[in-house]
């Protein structure tokens, strides 16, 4: 008897865990789709040997519980991955965006010299505005030229104006991103903090046990990663420690265990977190993408935009009012591409096709028409290197190289992305052939310990009911 009771609770055990695994598998299928969720296996194990009259004799199976399977390296490597990926998707994004501001077509071939569409935007305007001139110059008392002349004038100052506006847009949108990200950022913060200390109550008994928590604690850390690099290490309660770095390389704690240190915050191109407040130092990251893309690339085309402003309006004002006494033809004041414009003194009736001379001189305008062609050199004084067009040509050039240098890094890191995950789910990844394998494996194991169960629970009824009755 002795026998079959323990053949019938090793049974019962085998019956417990196999229902666990069947449990387990389904948990699995039904996330097959969830790109947060770690694939999961129950483990077993033997109960161990006992020693009877009949010999040594197994106490049976038993489901030691549910394991993770997750890849410390890999998961760091995909918050890694994602981190550089999304600094160079707000590169892209915010540099596309300038290129739409800018109205024209960019190219990155700066040997040509024609970066810009010469039929478009602010390098359009340009050939306007000394063609302009040149036909004035060639009929200097023509009213029809006169006011194609101010026509022009008027487009070169509102391209220029345009154009800077759009490009100020960009960087306060990018602005807003910076600080729309670190508000993200720190509510992530707020939940792996929490996370944390529900998984160190959770698996107080049973580390490891919390596999649904440390999901979305995982989920957390690797948005929190495409916001600013971050480094993970888990505890010996099970609760993740989250660091950045400051300018030194030195750690700066965001959390521990249950507590956020201090909140993450931006002010100008500076990003601060960490109790003490310490400036971090990112490399990469969804927030300074958006930082340094305002600071750097977008900032760049302003500042040249606002040197050939400047260079046009001194150079145009030094040949259209020699002596200092006439008046100007652009406002003296606006030497910047927010504020350059038209002299309100100037009219068709006044435009001067020469300073003073008698009817019919046309020197002040074939010297400004002069003044496209005309080489500046920044070693001399002037504010720009080369002609007005040729300096934004480079300009713009240069800017195309960036872009074309950014889409490059983007689709390299978008690759690097997909492979450190996909390497990930083949570790963690739940395979739906694989689970239903494993479904029909567990189901019919289950089956083969209920008929084993059903036979030995028989024998028990036998001996008990038939074989122990005592007849006259």
């Known amino acids: 008897m002795s026998g079959l009771y323990a053949t019938l609770n090793a049974t019962v055990s085998a019956l417990n865990a196999e229902s666990l695994q069947i449990n387990t598998t ?22 161990g040997t006992v020693q009877t009259p009949q010999g040594p004799v ?52 700066s040997a040509t010299g024609t970066a810009a569409s010469s039929n478009t935007g602010l390098n359009a305007a340009l050939g306007n505005f000394f063609n302009a001139f040149q036909s004035f110059a060639a009929n200097p008392t023509d009213t029809g030229q006169r006011q194609a002349v101010l026509a022009s004038v008027t487009a070169l100052s509102s391209q220029l104006q345009g154009t800077d506006q759009n490009l100020a847009q960009v960087q306060s949108g990018l602005a807003t991103q910076a600080s729309s990200d670190v508000t993200s950022a720190n509510s992530l913060l707020s939940n792996i903090a929490s996370l944390n200390g529900q998984i160190v109550q959770f698996e107080s008994n049973n580390p490891g046990s919390a596999v649904d928590l440390r999901d979305q604690r995982e989920a957390d850390l690797e948005q929190l990663a495409g916001k600013l690099p971050i480094t993970v290490t888990e505890g010996a309660t099970g609760a993740d420690q ?40 990112l490399a990469s990251g969804s927030i300074q993408g958006a930082i340094d893309a305002g600071a750097q690339g977008i900032q760049t085309l302003r500042d040249n935009l606002n040197q050939l402003a400047g260079q046009l309006v001194t150079s145009v004002n030094s ?54 062609s005309q080489q500046f050199s920044v ?48 570790v963690s990844g739940v395979s739906l052939d694989e689970e239903m394998a494993n479904l029909l494996m567990y189901q019919r194991s289950y089956q083969a310990s209920s008929q084993v169960f059903q036979a030995v629970d028989s024998l028990v009824d036998t001996v008990i009911n038939s074989l122990g009755t005592i007849t006259a």
Not at 26 to 47: C, D, F, I, P, Q
Not at 335 to 344: C, H, K, R, S, V
Not at 409 to 414: D, G, T, V
Not at 417 to 426: A, D, H, N
């Open 26 to 47: 389904g948990k699995n299928l039904a996330n097959v789709n969830n790109a947060n969720y770690a694939r999961e296996v129950t483990t077993v194990g033997s109960m």
């Open 58 to 109: 197994s106490t049976g199976l038993v489901a030691t519980g549910v394991q993770q399977l997750r890849s410390a390296l890999l998961d760091s490597q995909v918050r890694s991955a994602g981190s550089a990926a999304a600094y160079f998707n707000t590169l892209q994004s915010a540099y596309q965006q300038a290129q739409a501001g800018l109205g024209q077509t960019v190219s990155s071939s």
């Open 242 to 281: 989250v660091t950045a770095t400051d300018a030194s390389g030195n750690p700066v704690v965001l959390v521990n265990k249950a507590a956020v240190t201090g909140p993450i915050t931006v002010s100008g191109t500076q990003v601060s977190a960490g109790n003490p407040a310490t400036v971090l130092s």
């Open 319 to 372: 040949v259209y009012n020699p002596t200092g006494t006439t008046g100007n033809l652009f406002t003296a004041a606006g030497t910047t591409a927010a504020t350059i414009g038209l002299d309100p003194t100037v009219t068709a009736a006044n435009l001067k096709a020469s300073d003073g001379g008698a009817a019919g001189d046309n020197t002040v305008a074939l010297g400004v028409a002069n003044l496209a």
């Open 379 to 426: 070693a001399g004084g002037a504010q720009i290197d080369g002609t007005f067009s040729g300096f934004y040509n480079a300009s713009v050039s240069g800017f195309g190289q960036t872009l074309a240098t950014v889409n490059n890094q983007a689709a390299n890191e978008a690759n690097i992305q997909t492979l450190v995950t996909t390497q990930r789910s083949s």
